[in-house]
């Protein structure tokens, strides 16, 4: 079985007036859908919840709301897949170091915080940012990501899907 997780960060509402309409499209068929942090509001959760089950961490920019009612991190279990989540995850370089030592047992880790897409593998642990999906600071677009996860090859795959300007 192939699990499709749609992944999004840094949505900042209610300064971003709303989640982007592509979302409805790419994430349609989703099980399930990762925050990774920075959505400011509870009611993004139960807006993205429409969709699909969505499991979320707070961010370092938060209404009390959200810091009372999410973790600073957590760690699921899709498919054969242990997915570590949390905002922030340091400097690029020490990524995969800091992964290590917040999931030790993850075989994916998602991040936020930067407004940066990442998707890279890094001795068998792949650490995926998917950018922002509302605000692109120096990125060319914004973005959201998705992860396939086969449990027939016990394989993860991430991709970065650009949003329309």
């Not at 957590?74 to 997915?83: D, P």
Request: glycine share 6%; net charge negative; aromatic share 8%.
């Amino acid at each position: 079985m192939v699990h499709k997780v749609g992944v999004l960060s840094d949505t900042h509402l209610p300064r971003f007036k709303r989640l982007p309409e592509a979302l409805w499209e790419h994430f349609a068929d989703v099980e399930q859908i990762i925050h990774a942090g920075d959505l400011s509001v509870l009611s993004v959760l139960s807006e993205l919840e429409t969709i699909a089950p969505v499991v979320a961490v707070q961010g370092n920019v938060e209404y009390d709301e959200v810091v009372e009612a999410l973790p600073i991190k957590r760690e699921i279990q899709v498919g054969f897949c242990r997915i570590g989540i949390v905002h922030i995850l340091g400097d690029s370089k020490y990524y995969a170091r800091n992964a290590l030592v917040e999931f030790p047992r993850a075989r994916v880790v998602v991040f936020g915080h930067s407004h940066v897409p990442y998707n890279k593998e890094q001795d068998g642990l792949l650490l995926f940012n998917p950018g922002s999906a509302t605000d692109r600071r120096r990125q060319p677009t914004c973005s959201i990501g998705m992860l396939y996860i086969d449990d027939e090859a016990l394989s993860v795959r991430g991709e970065i899907i650009p949003l329309a300007s």
